[in-house]
């Protein structure tokens, strides 16, 4: 990585470079789907993803929509078609995390990302298909992992659909941050307002809002605190469709401070990108914006752009960094949310930040 050239400020940033790095960079396999993330160090791609590719739909239909240029939606059609006709196992009706054999788990949070990305290529190329396969996925979600007592399981068995026991990780266990998946029923519930995605949504915003304050910190190792504002940033996000009632707003509010705090006390150990890049978005959908903060944010996005003379290491976002030093793992996710969270802060700038939830990635 001796060739790398890290921004440091939000004049420095390039949406184009950003975008080209999801084109032509490698993190998208010939087949369609994405790379969890690529380890500059070995020169390799970690295993695709589907939770990874369901990102990578919504990025690439958003870069599509700003540009209309005709290669994102090529590429978002090949990510959408890798989730639709390989990943999805119709003999069950489920959505793996990965594919395999034997075949892999299924994880919540996962399927609702997924489930967003289809939507956002249906959205721009009309393919009913894509919106087929996305309700039958919402279906699978309610079926599998909603527990009686309202909780979500984070992750089942396939194809048994058993959940799996629960672990003191964020990302095994119930908790607030579910809420941003859950967000893939209350978007399928405009389409298809006769299924029961709507009550589904609405029993899980009510979970979440019980349960989001004891979420943070968390731990008492700062850098794994780091990693929870991660998960908790998602349950900013997955508040957002109901921010016009005082109650959510108010929680939305309360939680984008306490994200900041910890944003600024850990930053100079470790900074994690894809936090700085969902908060700078929540505070904008929020529409309550502390510009002092939203600035420094932005200026923190930015410096995680990476420029070099090779296609992996040219406009895409590093994972973050350690004592000021950028880490070596080019990041899809943490690209889609940087380059969405600058450029919502540009049209915040000019006032014209369109605030379409189905945009958000």
Same mark, same amino acid.
């Given at each position: 990585?001796?060739?790398?050239?890290?921004?440091?400020?939000?004049?420095?940033?390039?949406?184009?470079?950003?975008?080209?790095?999801?084109?032509?960079?490698?993190?998208?396999?010939?087949?369609?789907?994405?790379?969890?993330?690529?380890?500059?160090?070995?020169?390799?791609?970690?295993?695709?993803?589907?939770?990874?590719?369901?990102?990578?739909?919504?990025?690439?239909?958003?870069?599509?929509?700003?540009?209309?240029?005709?290669?994102?939606?090529?590429?978002?059609?090949?990510?959408?078609?890798?989730?639709?006709?390989?990943?999805?196992?119709?003999?069950?009706?489920?959505?793996?995390?990965?594919?395999?054999?034997?075949?892999?788990?299924?994880?919540?949070?996962?399927? !609702?990302?997924?489930? #967003?990305?289809?939507?956002?290529? @249906? %959205? +721009?190329?009309?393919?009913?298909?894509? =919106?087929?396969? &996305? $309700?039958?996925?919402?279906?699978?979600?309610?079926?599998?992992?909603?527990?009686?007592?309202?909780?979500?399981?984070?992750?089942?068995?396939?194809?048994?659909?058993?959940?799996?026991?629960?672990?003191?990780?964020?990302?095994?266990?119930?908790?607030?941050?579910?809420?941003?998946?859950?967000?893939?029923?209350?978007?399928?519930?405009?389409?298809?307002?006769?299924?029961?995605?709507?009550?589904?949504?609405?029993?899980?915003?009510?979970?979440?809002?019980?349960?989001?304050?004891?979420?943070?910190?968390?731990?008492?190792?700062?850098?794994?605190?780091?990693?929870?504002?991660?998960?908790?940033?998602?349950?900013?996000?997955?508040?957002?469709?109901?921010?016009?009632?005082?109650?959510?707003?108010?929680?939305?509010?309360?939680?984008?401070?306490?994200? !900041?705090?910890?944003? #600024?006390?850990?930053?100079?150990? @470790? %900074? +994690?990108?894809?936090?700085?890049?969902? =908060?700078?978005? &929540? $505070?904008?959908?929020?529409?309550?914006?502390?510009?002092?903060?939203?600035?420094?944010?932005?200026?923190?996005?930015?410096?995680?752009?990476?420029?070099?003379?090779?296609?992996?290491?040219?406009?895409?976002?590093?994972?973050?960094?350690?004592?000021?030093?950028?880490?070596?793992?080019?990041?899809?996710?943490?690209?889609?949310?940087?380059?969405?969270?600058?450029?919502?802060?540009?049209?915040?700038?000019?006032?014209?930040?369109?605030?379409?939830?189905?945009?958000?990635?």
């Amino acid at each position: 990585m001796q060739d790398l050239l890290v921004s440091n400020s939000p004049s420095s940033f390039s949406l184009a470079r950003a975008g080209h790095w999801f084109l032509h960079s490698g993190i998208q396999e010939p087949n369609g789907g994405v790379a969890r993330y690529h380890l500059s160090a070995t020169g390799n791609n970690l295993p695709v993803s589907t939770e990874i590719t369901g990102y990578a739909c919504s990025a690439l239909a958003y870069l599509h929509r700003l540009t209309d240029e005709p290669q994102y939606l090529a590429a978002a059609e090949r990510a959408a078609n890798f989730l639709s006709e390989v990943a999805w196992q119709p003999a069950i009706a489920a959505m793996p995390f990965e594919v395999g054999v034997p075949l892999p788990p299924a994880y919540f949070f996962d399927c !609702g990302i997924i489930v #967003r990305g289809l939507l956002a290529v @249906f %959205q +721009r190329n009309a393919d009913e298909r894509l =919106l087929d396969i &996305a $309700r039958q996925v919402g279906f699978f979600m309610g079926r599998a992992f909603r527990a009686p007592s309202g909780k979500l399981h984070p992750i089942v068995a396939l194809p048994s659909m058993e959940p799996w026991p629960y672990e003191k990780r964020w990302s095994r266990e119930p908790g607030c941050l579910q809420l941003k998946a859950a967000m893939a029923w209350d978007q399928l519930a405009s389409f298809f307002p006769s299924d029961p995605f709507l009550d589904w949504y609405e029993e899980a915003l009510k979970d979440a809002l019980a349960t989001w304050d004891s979420f943070l910190p968390g731990d008492a190792d700062p850098l794994r605190v780091m990693d929870r504002l991660h998960a908790h940033s998602y349950f900013l996000e997955g508040m957002l469709p109901r921010t016009h009632r005082p109650e959510v707003n108010e929680t939305l509010l309360a939680a984008i401070e306490k994200t !900041g705090h910890y944003l #600024r006390e850990i930053s100079p150990q @470790f %900074q +994690r990108s894809d936090v700085c890049g969902q =908060l700078l978005r &929540a $505070r904008i959908y929020a529409g309550n914006v502390n510009l002092v903060a939203a600035t420094e944010e932005a200026d923190w996005c930015a410096s995680h752009q990476v420029f070099g003379t090779e296609p992996m290491h040219e406009g895409g976002f590093c994972f973050g960094s350690r004592d000021g030093v950028a880490l070596p793992y080019m990041n899809p996710v943490s690209t889609a949310f940087c380059l969405q969270a600058l450029e919502h802060w540009r049209q915040f700038g000019v006032g014209e930040f369109p605030r379409d939830l189905a945009e958000l990635i």
